[in-house]
């Protein structure tokens, strides 16, 4: 990033975003001194200009707008959500625009905001896997009707396959027996699986 484009998201995340110097400083990788600076600098010059030369830019209300704070929210709780989930549940709270301005939205947000790197872990074959479930609204065609439909999914750590299936709830017997028809369908129960949920480690044996 250029230092004006630099400098002009900095006057930009403090003005307008309210950011105080030291979060600027840390999420951008710059000194508070060289933040507090252009700060300084920025408000000399808009202190300096004469009003006649000021142009008072009107700000284009979008259909966004409304849906932000919610958006900040799912981001705070899902660290790793998809443009195409955030759409889906703004779409449930009767968001009626277009996706693309919700991922240029977000893009412009993942841009600016620096994110914590993903360590990946790698393991020999047949050693750890990981699960989730995933809830999509999926629009019938001889129904006429848009109906919430749950996954499940397994994915192995080592060679990234996948296994999805249609569940009809998240309960713990369906859990177990999705996990064991994952395991089964791979064959991986020779040594040792280690599946990662969110509270617990299952571990399948022979």
């Given at each position: 990033?250029?230092?004006?484009?630099?400098?002009?998201?900095?006057?930009?995340?403090?003005?307008?975003?309210?950011?105080?110097?030291?979060?600027?400083?840390?999420?951008?990788?710059?000194?508070?001194?060289?933040?507090?600076?252009?700060?300084?600098?920025?408000?000399?010059?808009?202190?300096?200009?004469?009003?006649?030369?000021?142009?008072?830019?009107?700000?284009?209300?979008s259909k966004l707008d409304p849906?932000?704070?919610?958006?900040?929210?799912?981001?705070?709780?899902?660290?790793?959500?998809?443009g195409q989930r955030v759409y889906?549940?703004?779409?449930?709270?009767?968001?009626?625009?277009?996706?693309?301005?919700?991922?240029?939205?977000?893009?412009?947000?993942?841009?600016?905001?620096?994110?914590?790197?993903?360590?990946?872990?790698?393991?020999?074959?047949?050693?750890?896997?990981?699960?989730?479930?995933?809830?999509?609204?999926?629009?019938?065609?001889?129904?006429?009707?848009?109906?919430?439909?749950?996954?499940?999914?397994?994915?192995?750590?080592?060679?990234?396959?996948?296994?999805?299936?249609?569940?009809?709830?998240?309960?713990?017997?369906?859990?177990?027996?999705?996990?064991?028809?994952?395991?089964?369908?791979?064959?991986?129960?020779?040594?040792?699986?280690?599946?990662?949920?969110?509270?617990?480690?299952?571990?399948?044996?022979?």
């Amino acid at each position: 990033m250029k230092n004006e484009q630099l400098e002009n998201t900095v006057i930009t995340l403090h003005i307008q975003k309210g950011w105080p110097i030291r979060r600027i400083s840390r999420e951008l990788g710059i000194s508070r001194e060289r933040v507090r600076r252009w700060l300084v600098s920025n408000s000399v010059s808009r202190d300096t200009t004469p009003a006649s030369e000021i142009t008072l830019k009107k700000k284009r209300k979008s259909k966004l707008d409304p849906y932000k704070e919610f958006i900040a929210g799912l981001l705070e709780k899902y660290s790793n959500i998809t443009g195409q989930r955030v759409y889906e549940h703004m779409k449930q709270k009767g968001f009626d625009g277009e996706i693309t301005i919700v991922r240029d939205y977000l893009k412009s947000i993942w841009n600016v905001v620096s994110k914590t790197p993903v360590r990946m872990v790698e393991t020999d074959p047949g050693q750890r896997a990981a699960h989730d479930w995933s809830d999509y609204n999926i629009p019938f065609t001889l129904s006429g009707k848009t109906e919430q439909v749950t996954f499940f999914s397994y994915i192995l750590g080592y060679s990234r396959r996948q296994y999805i299936e249609v569940v009809d709830d998240k309960k713990q017997q369906t859990l177990f027996r999705e996990l064991i028809a994952a395991l089964s369908t791979w064959m991986v129960c020779h040594g040792r699986s280690r599946a990662i949920t969110r509270k617990r480690v299952w571990i399948a044996g022979r």
